[in-house]
């Protein structure tokens, strides 16, 4: 089993900067976030992947958003700049044993607790 737990949510203001870690139990592949808003599904912000480091990311928000990784700790980080209000999400961190990028929530297998986001205008 494992296991990953999120940190690094708040309130922050329109413009401002967060970053979101992601502390696995062990060493993993795959590892993505996603956020979900209330009332809407949990859909895909960023991925990365441990083979050959290839990223991806929404549309939403490439140019503000960087997913990286410390292999040594096996955490995962979210640098969010630029911050909206249409930021404003519970984030998840989320882990896969398979190789490449996932950006879908069926391409992982293991789930964090969520760790919430708000932006404010």
């Known amino acids: 089993q494992l296991q990953l737990t999120e940190s690094g949510g708040g309130l922050v203001q329109a413009g401002d900067s967060l970053r979101l870690s992601c502390k696995a139990s062990r060493s993993t592949n795959r590892m993505g976030w996603f956020r979900q808003a209330p009332g809407k599904e949990r859909v895909f912000v960023a991925t990365?992947?441990?083979?050959?480091?290839?990223?991806a990311y929404a549309d939403s928000v490439k140019g503000r958003f960087t997913i990286s990784r410390n292999y040594l700790t096996n955490t995962a980080y979210l640098q969010m700049n630029s911050l909206k209000p249409e930021d404003t999400a519970l984030y998840y961190c989320?882990?896969?044993?398979?190789?490449?990028?996932?950006?879908?929530?069926?391409?992982?297998?293991?789930w964090g607790q969520g760790t919430q986001v708000t932006v404010s205008s």
């Open positions: 990365i992947n441990r083979s050959d480091g290839n990223a």
């Open positions: 989320a882990a896969d044993t398979r190789l490449s990028v996932g950006t879908t929530t069926m391409e992982y297998d293991y």
